[in-house]
T-cell receptor, first 110, second 111 residues
Framework: QKEVEQNSGPLSVPEGAIASLNCTYSDRGSQSFFWYRQYSGKSPELIMF????GDKEDGRFTAQLNKASQYVSLLIRDSQPSDSATYLC??????????FGTGTRLLVSP | EPEVTQTPSHQVTQMGQEVILRCVPISNHLYFYWYRQILGQKVEFLVSFYNNEISEKSEIFDDQFSVERPDGSNFTLKIRSTKLEDSAMYFCASSEPRGQYFGPGTRLTVL
């Protein structure tokens, strides 16, 4: 069974802090890694994708990938209350299905 | 900015009835997907569709489910005889190499 594991949270951080969200995956054949944000009652919204080991930055977001450890993370700098949502990690072995984790709920307090 | 659209936003049906959920993927995307999310649970893959045929399906996608691209824009999911456990949010997605983009979803309630 190919799994994606995330701590369900909630992860509570004060406004302006760095939020660090983590994800592990079991399938070593996974090729592409995605972070989605999902507000309550809404659909997943793509934030970041990463394919190669290392860091990838996009604005306040940084995705980190370590294939040897089968570990993906998302850092959110200068967290805002509007960042409060559930963050979903998803992986794929090709151009096909996404396998999602259960998500980590992030709460950013003003 | 182009986006995936889905109709209806909410569908209520009686157990055993057929439902059709509709999606319009982003126009230049070639891969289309259906996912579902039961309340409080993770997003689960149902089926992927490419070049007018199913490219992959999950164990959930049994004979009660079918997909179709009836014209150049619409992509549909049909559930032939709904069960109580089919109640969920159903998301359509379409993709480019940088990722899959999800529609707003259809909330299906089976009574």
């Amino acid at each position: 069974q190919k799994e994606v594991e995330q701590n369900s949270g909630p992860l509570s951080v004060p406004e302006g802090a760095i939020a660090s969200l983590n994800c592990t995956y079991s399938d070593r054949g996974s090729q592409s890694f995605f972070w989605y944000r999902q507000y309550s009652g809404k659909s997943p919204e793509l934030i970041m994708f990463i394919y190669s080991n290392g860091d990838k930055e996009d604005g306040r977001f940084t995705a980190q990938l370590n294939k040897a450890s089968q570990y993906v993370s998302l850092l959110i700098r200068d967290s805002q209350p509007s960042d409060s949502a559930t963050y979903l990690c998803a992986v794929t072995t090709g151009f096909q299905k996404l396998v999602f984790g259960t998500g980590t709920r992030l709460l950013v307090s003003p | 900015e182009p986006e995936v659209t889905q109709t209806p936003s909410h569908q209520v049906t009686q157990m055993g009835q057929e439902v059709i959920l509709r999606c319009v993927p982003i126009s230049n995307h070639l891969y289309f997907y259906w996912y579902r999310q039961i309340l409080g649970q993770k997003v689960e893959f149902l089926v992927s569709f490419y070049n007018n045929e199913i490219s992959e399906k999950s164990e959930i996608f049994d004979d009660q489910f079918s997909v179709e691209r009836p014209d150049g824009s619409n992509f549909t999911l049909k559930i032939r005889s709904t069960k109580l456990e089919d109640s969920a949010m159903y998301f359509c997605a379409s993709s480019e190499p940088r990722g899959q983009y999800f529609g707003p979803g259809t909330r299906l309630t089976v009574l």
